[in-house]
């Protein structure tokens, strides 16, 4: 074990994996990780070429022209919820270009706006994101963390970012490794349990500042706990299931995401391609809730508000699990 190194470190609540052999990290010490169920940095895995070969040029030349659907921002604090941003087409080339740009010559919107690639399957309705099909001339440089069986593989998600850029907070229904190929990365993360504090909208925060949030609309947010990392190139962040994510980029970078199934693959729903739908179980409990929800309506508002209460304290009492901080 003398070649894999375990560290605690203050700016990140979890653990921090320095190793140069990953087959001794997957012996001694995934089987911790799987349990413990918690955001780590992994530090020293081999993920092929890419982290010295995947500079704008060569993107731009091996990528080629292939046309990719993208997000545009005119601000660095893109959000989900009230769309701010469109969707455009460039070539690939053109895209690694522009986003390794501070202000740019051609735009959509403005000089200094921002881009955001997220690959998709060849037909998004049916297809996952795959890299390895999506850009295959890139398959050879880049090497995927073997920590999962090959079967529970789901999608890995090629990701290009402009300097700046920073993604909404939300949660995956899958395990992820976040690779950090190139370029830097802030990443922000909380506790599935903090949830009631984030404001959700669907799987989304509508709290975007969470480094200056406004606590007067948001007053619950200053009570989610906070878990921070910086990513260098070469990085790889696990993020279970369910862990709430805040990505901004300090740098223009290139990234990928490799997504696989922690639960049976019948939990999960078939027609789902992005990974981002919830597993057909919490599905089916939500929609019997909302029926719940509006048969209490039927009744006056005291009486509503008792049952309601009740209904909570029973999901507490039978739900609710005891084995997590």
Not at 180 to 197: C, E, H, I, M
């Amino acid at each position: 074990m003398s070649a894999c190194r375990f560290t605690r470190v203050t700016e990140f609540k979890g653990a921090i994996f320095h190793c140069t052999e990953p087959n001794r990290l997957k012996n001694f010490h995934w089987s911790w990780i799987l349990t413990n169920r918690k955001p780590l940095v992994l530090e020293g895995i081999d993920l092929g070429a890419c982290t010295s070969r995947w500079t704008v040029d060569y993107l731009s030349q091996v990528g080629g022209r292939k046309e990719v659907k993208i997000h545009v921002a005119a601000v660095a604090q893109m959000d989900f919820i009230s769309k701010n941003f469109v969707y455009r087409t460039l070539p690939f080339d053109k895209l690694v270009q522009r986003a390794a740009e501070e202000k740019h010559k051609e735009f959509f919107i403005s000089e200094d706006e921002k881009y955001y690639l997220r690959s998709l399957g060849e037909d998004p309705r049916k297809d996952v994101a795959d890299i390895r099909k999506q850009f295959p001339l890139l398959e050879g440089d880049i090497k995927f963390p073997q920590f999962f069986k090959e079967e529970q593989f789901f999608s890995s998600v090629f990701r290009i970012s402009s300097p700046g850029l920073q993604l909404w907070t939300h949660y995956d229904v899958m395990d992820n490794f976040l690779i950090q190929v190139t370029g830097k990365k802030r990443v922000v993360l909380f506790s599935p349990r903090d949830a009631q504090y984030l404001y959700l909208s669907g799987t989304k925060s509508e709290v975007l500042n969470i480094d200056n949030p406004d606590l007067a609309k948001y007053p619950l947010f200053s009570k989610a706990r906070w878990y921070e990392c910086s990513l260098k190139a070469g990085d790889v962040l696990f993020i279970p299931a369910l862990w709430f994510h805040n990505v901004i980029s300090e740098e223009f970078g290139v990234g990928v995401n490799v997504f696989w199934k922690h639960l049976p693959s019948e939990c999960y729903d078939k027609t789902d391609t992005y990974g981002n739908k919830d597993p057909t179980a919490a599905s089916r409990a939500a929609q019997i809730l909302d029926r719940a929800l509006k048969t209490l309506a039927e009744l006056p508002e005291e009486y509503r508000d008792f049952y309601a209460r009740r209904m909570v304290l029973h999901i507490q009492d039978k739900a609710y699990s005891k084995n997590f901080e």
